[in-house]
């Protein structure tokens, strides 16, 4: 049994050498921490010849950021690689490989995916990976699917509740998904000019009523095992390949939300593209986020009526037309849920690149304006917008 | 620490005499068992002038009505006591007084009751509670409401769904509701000249796919903490009293359901009463019983929102106007859930005495004839009832 101690580089490439699963151990050297995150130490772990072969990866008992004021809790560490472990089940293909886990260290030894980009690097330099949205759809299905009543035993899913049982991580999600953005609040971060459309956000009763409703469901709307921190910069892309990576928010919860966090992301990316690009390259960079979420969510929709068709094992559930009725569920949660990311992401604390990168002060101001006028038509219109087609001609009518 | 053992009369009167908060402990000296369940030993504990003063019941790890065939666990002693614990905080003046609880021995001690009558055998008499129905949509209120995440804080909610985690108890009511009236199934125990029609419900896509729906929010709505068996039998009645006991099937559910089981026990003995009863009786009957239905949503409905508009504590839930939207959800769930309480209590084996006692064989068979055909339809119709008004209507109309 081991303690927990925080990883020197050295450690780390102890550490590696013991459980990378790598064929010449000794050939392991040298370790560099990477981590871009608040919550983790990342190291990666090279070999002689200076190539990257392993990820060692160290929950810290505090959110760096604030250093040790904000502390939280380490089972993240278990909770990030038990989901990993059971999507890699459902979808090998597009979850990160866990090699090794160790609850007491709160350290993951993962494979390395450094010839893989940050897909939300890669949108903000505008470059296209017109594979990766179609596959996340299908890493969605697959995961989200056969968490579910449909495939699970009620037993399993039961005990897996339990497992995946994740307070403290929740509680950010609860808050600054739910909370801030409609409240004066000190972490909130949007630009000054757009105090009145804030302002109009907290003073919106039917917005607020329904964030209630979509927070209500976040607390209790058992559905699926969730990745339950969908976006861009924790998704790996490369020819042909999507790795799906940091599931430390993990928990049963609706599956809309993995859906709604996807989809919002690829928004952002679409309102941000004018002030990150130049006007032609912009212009088709807004399209192809319009087809990315198209194809996304047809992606989802098509693998989990499939999969639903062919692979259901509750005798209730299975009956046909079920399934399609659970989608439009899941099509209205995904459609609020994409707002409230939409808002969070620019009115809250959770800022990107896709928004920070934008130069120009007024031009940045104007994509976050748009985005946060996006993200409340979505939240208050999720229950009416009638399909993708529908959802897209409502994007494009935003402006 | 005791380990389990089957208790006899004896047994059962030393417990009390240990436990039972009697001031004079040696004044119990006998016991008498009483269950009429399938489940469990419940023991009258008796004083020397012969007064039953405190209720001994322990959980048998069989069902008891098919001997020792259907094993089932001894842990539901500790959810019935702990589930009747929690809701007493809330709502003492309706639910039993729990006195002691040991999990090994699977043995509670509660309050003795027999100066009470058990709901559904007066109303198979023929005889009213007014004051009843109100008194239960009081209980609805208070123990649905205190335990959701309106007033829950999130861990406290989280840590509660895991200590209610139910899976053998709700394996029964997944069953038995949602699957077995809708299939051919050797426990179902409609008159055989009703077979046409239970041919038909297994043959109406529609109406399964609406059970589909209700067995999955079954599954995964975690929105309070139910009693999970609200029904006449559970139910103890006196003037201007009314006590729930047996919570042995509580979990964290969707709160439809406990509303819906409710209303569904009324609507039975409305169907039962023309085969009860003399005719000028029943008609008598049937509108005490639909003027309960009423009482009994009326009561939820303006309790679960007085208290959600003073106590939630959740700030984004606490939102004016979220509680009503909520409630609209809790309207759907509770008729489409009253359906299949109807079905379930005269296609599946849930058979009880209102439908039993019915003497003549062709008025019993009209009177389930009416209960199926009422079921369906709230099946079908749940999404579109628009409110209490329209709900009698409907069951009006039903004949």
């Known amino acids: 049994m081991s303690q927990y101690r925080t990883f020197a580089a050295a450690d780390a490439v102890e550490y590696a050498r013991q459980f990378g699963g790598v064929d010449n151990p000794n050939s392991l050297v040298d370790a560099l921490e990477v981590g871009d995150g608040n919550l983790n130490l990342v190291f990666r772990i090279f070999d002689t010849a200076g190539v990257s072969r392993v990820i060692v990866k160290q929950a810290l008992p505090w959110v760096r950021c604030v250093g040790e004021s904000w502390p939280l809790t380490l089972d993240r560490a278990r909770l990030e690689a038990e989901v990993l472990i059971e999507h890699g089940k459902f979808c090998p293909q597009h979850t990160v490989n866990i090699l090794h886990y160790d609850p007491l260290l709160a350290v993951t030894v ?237 009115v809250g604390m959770s800022q990107v690149a896709d928004i920070k990168g934008i130069q120009d002060d007024a031009m940045r101001v104007e994509c976050v304006r748009q985005a946060i006028t996006l993200g409340r038509s979505l939240i208050l219109l999720a229950d009416h917008v009638a399909d993708i087609d529908a959802l897209i001609a409502r994007i494009r009518q935003n402006g």
């Open 110 to 346: 993962m494979e390395d995916l450094s010839d893989h980009a940050i897909w939300r690097a890669d949108l903000v330099k505008g470059i296209d990976w017109p594979q990766a949205a179609g596959q996340l759809g299908d890493y969605l299905a697959q995961t989200l699917f056969h968490t579910s009543d449909f495939f699970q035993h009620p037993h399993q899913k039961k005990a897996d509740v339990i497992r995946f049982t994740n307070p403290e991580l929740c509680d950010i999600t609860e808050e600054l998904f739910f909370n801030e953005p409609y409240e004066v609040h000190a972490r909130n971060a949007y630009p000054r000019a757009l105090e009145p459309l804030a302002e109009s956000l907290r003073e919106d009763h039917e917005l607020r009523v329904a964030v209630a409703g979509l927070k209500h469901r976040f607390y209790s709307n058992a559905e699926a095992l969730l990745h339950g921190d969908v976006h861009s910069g924790s998704i790996f892309v490369a020819e042909g390949s999507l790795k799906v990576i940091d599931a430390e928010f993990g928990f049963y919860g609706p599956i809309g939300f993995d859906i709604g966090s996807a989809l919002g992301n690829l928004l952002i990316s679409y309102c941000a593209a004018p002030g990150l690009l130049p006007p032609r390259e912009a212009a088709d960079a807004r399209e192809k986020r319009l087809n990315d979420v198209r194809q996304l969510w047809q992606s989802f929709a098509e693998g989990f009526l499939a999969l639903a068709a062919e692979k259901s094992r509750d005798r209730a559930l299975a009956v046909p037309g079920y399934a399609s009725t659970f989608l439009a569920k899941i099509w209205r949660d995904s459609v609020g849920y994409s707002g409230t990311e939409l808002i969070r992401r620019t």
